[in-house]
């Protein structure tokens, strides 16, 4: 159980264009899905925490015109990248958590995002 | 300000010893901790975790140990096996945190065989 998935999982783009991430629990409502991003050897840094049907919040430093996220249902949150440049390739992970779960987060795959 | 530290980016064990990886916290108001496993190009995987009102918590093979005064927690992986090689991460969370997770760094655990 507590299965999430990311889709793509590897993505290319040319700079200033747009690239949505997809983040589904599989098995089970989340109730707060969670955007992190990851650089090489270094650790994962929350970018932004989002409620079903809510705004999400953004961690300082973070864009949120940049990144949008929407939490539209209890399975479904997905983060377009506006406008990418070069520097936002990374790598992006979305985890998401339930009632019953404590703090435990269960993570999806991630995403490997590339602006040329 | 890391508020979780692992000052351990890399360790070596030999398959069948104990692995054991440490985890440093600043923040006095996390009161639960977590270690998550990650391997290349894929998410972490949620491995065992402790809330502070505990100082040992076992699952398997794989043993949390907390020492909330010296803020302190430590993850023992014994025996060790070649399919532990993996980056760790410890995470903590508070009560008043809405559930966010703060990350350690990382350390790489090698397992040879």
């Known amino acids: 159980g507590a299965v999430v998935s990311q889709h793509p999982s590897r993505v290319i783009c040319k700079s200033g264009t747009s690239v949505k991430i997809e983040c589904r629990s599989l098995?089970?409502?989340?109730?707060?899905m969670f955007w992190y991003r990851q650089f090489p050897k270094q650790s994962l840094m929350l970018m932004a925490t989002?409620?079903?049907?809510?705004?999400?919040?953004?961690e300082q430093g973070v864009e949120k015109d940049k990144f949008l996220i929407n939490h539209a249902s209890l399975t479904l949150s997905t983060l377009t990248v506006t406008s990418a440049h070069p520097e936002d390739s990374s790598f992006y992970i979305c985890?998401?958590?339930?009632?019953?779960?404590?703090?435990?987060?269960?993570f999806g795959p991630g995403t490997r995002l590339t602006v040329t | 300000d890391q508020q979780v530290k692992q000052n351990s980016p890399s360790l070596s064990v030999q398959e069948g010893r104990i692995s054991i990886l440490n985890c440093d916290y600043t923040?006095?108001?996390?009161?639960?901790f977590l270690w998550y496993k990650k391997y290349p190009a894929e998410g972490p995987t949620f491995l065992i975790s402790?809330?502070?009102?505990?100082d040992k918590n076992e699952d398997g093979r794989f043993t949390v140990f907390l020492n909330k005064s010296a803020k302190h927690l430590s993850l023992h992986i014994v025996p060790s096996q070649p399919g532990d090689s993996a980056v760790y991460f410890c995470?903590?969370?508070?009560?008043?945190?809405?559930?966010?997770?703060?990350f350690g760094s990382g350390t790489q655990l090698t397992v040879l065989p």
């Open positions: 923040n006095s108001m996390f009161d639960y």
């Open positions: 995470a903590a969370s508070s009560s008043g945190s809405a559930r966010q997770l703060t």
């Open positions: 989002s409620n079903e049907g809510s705004k999400a919040t953004y």
């Open positions: 985890s998401a958590t339930t009632v019953g779960a404590h703090y435990e987060q269960y």
């Open positions: 098995d089970f409502q989340a109730t707060t």
């Open positions: 402790i809330s502070s009102i505990k």
